[in-house]
Nanobody, 119 residues
Framework: VQLQASGGGLVQAGGSLRLSCAASGTIFSPNTMAWYRQAPGKQRELVAGISSGGSTNYAASVEGRFTISRDNAKNTVYLQMDSLKPEDTAVYYC??????????????WGQGTLVTVSS
């Protein structure tokens, strides 16, 4: 399974960006798809996740500003980022996971897309 992320760029504080990540090489929709980010000098952190059924979870720092969604038919996950802040600057990675019972059968990562928010 390969993940291709796109949509990063440079935006001013208060602006918006939409990230997309398409999964290829599988006919099955991943159980969960998520966005992580890693800022310089910091650990990678979960930004938002979404299950195949549409249940979502968000980091507290982005709750109310970011919206994650997915199109199961296209195996694509999106991250709509509004009211961006300079502290949102990071490389954003998409992730796809599947499970068979308690066994993780898929754990794929995209190549990362840079989001830079200027003040």
């Amino acid at each position: 399974v390969q993940l291709q992320a796109s949509g990063g760029g440079l935006v001013q504080a208060g602006g918006s960006l939409r990230l997309s990540c398409a999964a290829s090489g599988t006919i099955f929709s991943p159980n969960t798809m998520a966005w992580y980010r890693q800022a310089p000098g910091k650990q990678r952190e979960l930004v938002a996740g979404i299950s195949s059924g549409g249940s979502t979870n968000y980091a507290a720092s982005v709750e109310g500003r970011f919206t994650i969604s997915r199109d199961n038919a296209k195996n694509t996950v999106y991250l709509q980022m509004d009211s961006l802040k300079p502290e949102d600057t990071a490389v954003y990675y998409c992730n796809a996971r599947s499970y068979f019972g308690s066994v993780r059968t898929l754990d794929a990562w995209g190549q990362g897309t840079l989001v830079t928010v200027s003040s």
